[in-house]
């Protein structure tokens, strides 16, 4: 494996803390890039380690992955879409509609959808004005809130 596929933190993902504590390593794994390939011996391997940030040597407490592997590696090929599957539908829309009881959306606010998948749960806020951000990491998906149009 190429080394450029994942990359050794060296401190802290939250507070910058350099001490970092090993806790469990399940060694190298292979990592799923939804590739319609039966052959997983041609896919990539990243440790899959597990470190603490001691809160007793002045850390956060944060346990963390040790390794993080490059985003082209784990999304280039991801397939599924959360709006083909009605009970994920239904789910994502108990989501938007647990956040507007909690919060007073009006037009010109914002809902940002950080792993948007297709777009499903920002299209069940149904609110004119409304501004929807999506971050996606496949090549594969693309969303558009304006003609409601995913691939």
Known sequence: MALNNFKEIKACRVCENTNLTDVLSLGKLYVSDFSD???SENGIKAPLDLVLCNSET???GLLQ???TVSNESMYRNYWYRSGINK???DELSSISSKAKSMIDLKSGDYVIDIGAN???LLRSYSL???NTVASIKSR???YSRNNKDYC
């Open 58 to 60: 002045n850390g956060c």
């Open 140 to 142: 594969r998906i693309r």
């Open 87 to 89: 009970t994920m539908r």
């Open 128 to 130: 004119d004005g409304l």
């Open 65 to 67: 992955l040790k390794h």
């Open 118 to 120: 297709d777009g499903t």
């Open 37 to 39: 390939q039966q052959n």
